[in-house]
């Protein structure tokens, strides 16, 4: 079994990355997601088809903490567990959007042995839209991410000129020389390119033992999840997600949700001052969760006319 860690901060766009691979590469794959709380968003999207020709990713949800911290040992006994009853060709791992790298590696490389299991080189996604401004609050946590990455992508960055990624890849390469940094958007890269994704093996012996991440590093955030949302119209969610990045109700780091509307689907993505709004695949039900600074939860729960279940300020319950 071959591990794959897939790491990006908040919005670096983890699933969508999962979805291009799955879909390029014709591969099946276990995924583990560490999501905290209750609400999953991105295992029921991860699992819908969405017109797709390939076979959808078996979804393995690890919850109630983040794997680089207060769940190593669950998360190391999962995996084995995966090994030992799926025992597929691959495992993806995606981590918390605001976990460090560097303990996972370090954990996982104590239950690799020969090619029972493996670990490949890691994947981390960087947000060319907000990683700038991200940086100013969770520089930590990104270069961290990006400095144990065999490769770095820099994502939402389709309509991106050649130059952006070569300033970008001096970025990244003053934090980790040995990283391999492309020069054009993940979609663009040729069949190669994708083999060579998941046939690279990490040297176990180059992992250096992690040090325990001072708790000054770790972002304090909150997290609230709503469950059965209902919303009329696609005017009123776009009132509503206005409301969101304009920091009425907080600093609106990262949401993401779907549920119906009329006779289908509705998902949206907020990131920062910027939201998407798509269709999507029907699912069993409808989630959303927040995650942000100062949250006003009653504001949010008249906003969105639901009740919210409100994680407490702590970097081992966000996602």
């Not at 691959?90 to 029972?116: M, R």
């Not at 991106?160 to 993940?186: G, I, L, Q, R």
């Not at 060579?196 to 040090?211: K, R």
């Not at 991440?213 to 955030?221: A, I, S, Y």
Request: aromatic fraction near 8%; glycine fraction near 6%.
């Amino acid at each position: 079994m071959k591990i794959l860690i897939i790491s990006g901060f908040l919005g670096a766009g983890k699933t969508t990355f999962i979805k291009s691979m799955v879909k390029k590469t014709g591969r099946q794959f276990v995924v583990v997601e560490n999501e905290f709380g209750d609400v999953s968003v991105d295992g029921p999207l991860l699992s819908a088809r969405e017109q797709q020709e390939a076979q959808p990713p078996t979804i393995w949800e690890l919850t109630e903490g983040c794997i680089c911290c207060s769940m190593k040992l669950d998360f190391s006994n999962s995996v084995m567990t995966i090994a030992n009853s799926l025992n597929p060709d691959y495992l993806i791992v995606e981590p918390s959007g605001v976990a460090f790298l560097g303990p996972i590696l370090d954990n996982l490389k104590k239950i690799c042995y020969g090619e029972a299991i493996q670990l490949l080189k890691p994947v981390t996604l960087v947000d060319y839209q907000h990683y700038k401004n991200s940086m100013v609050d969770y520089k930590d946590c990104i270069t961290d991410q990006a400095s144990h990455a065999g490769w770095v992508l820099l994502s939402k960055s389709e309509s991106c000129h050649k130059d952006v990624f070569t300033e970008f890849a001096s970025e990244v390469h003053a934090w980790n020389p040995a990283s391999s940094v492309p020069d054009c958007h993940y979609e663009m890269l040729p069949r190669s390119w994708w083999k060579a994704l998941l046939e690279t093996p990490l040297d176990p012996s180059s992992v250096e033992p992690a040090p325990q991440v001072n708790e000054d590093r770790r972002p304090k955030l909150q997290q609230i999840s709503f469950t059965d949302v209902k919303i009329p119209d696609i005017p009123t969610l776009v009132s509503i997600l206005g409301r969101l990045t304009s920091l009425i109700e907080g600093k609106i780091i990262r949401a993401k949700g779907f549920f119906p509307m009329g006779d289908e689907w509705i998902r949206f993505d907020v990131v920062e001052n910027t939201y998407e709004i798509r269709a999507t695949d029907v699912m069993d039900d409808s989630r959303m969760i927040l995650i942000g600074r100062g949250l006003n939860v009653q504001q949010l729960e008249d906003m969105w006319n639901a009740t919210a279940v409100v994680a407490e300020e702590d970097e081992d319950e966000t996602t």
